[in-house]
């Protein structure tokens, strides 16, 4: 279940979005996906977490370089 759980977060990183509501969305399901690992009330507490941190930032705030695909 934790290997199935981490498969799915790097998916998930690998599409964090551009603008503010993809990037929340995005964040909600890599912090659900990560809160799942501690239970229920860690993918509420995730998905909370992650939504925020995706609307509350913009496009330069985690700027990780070029990706390795272009």
Known sequence: MKIIAFGAAA????????TNSQRG???ALIGAGV???GGPIGVGAGALI????????DA????????IWE
């Open 50 to 57: 992650g939504a925020g941190t995706g609307i509350l930032t």
């Open 25 to 27: 969305l995005s964040g």
């Open 11 to 18: 998916l998930l990183l690998a599409a964090c979005g551009t």
């Open 35 to 37: 809160g799942l690992l």
């Open 60 to 67: 330069d705030d985690f700027n990780l370089g070029r990706p």
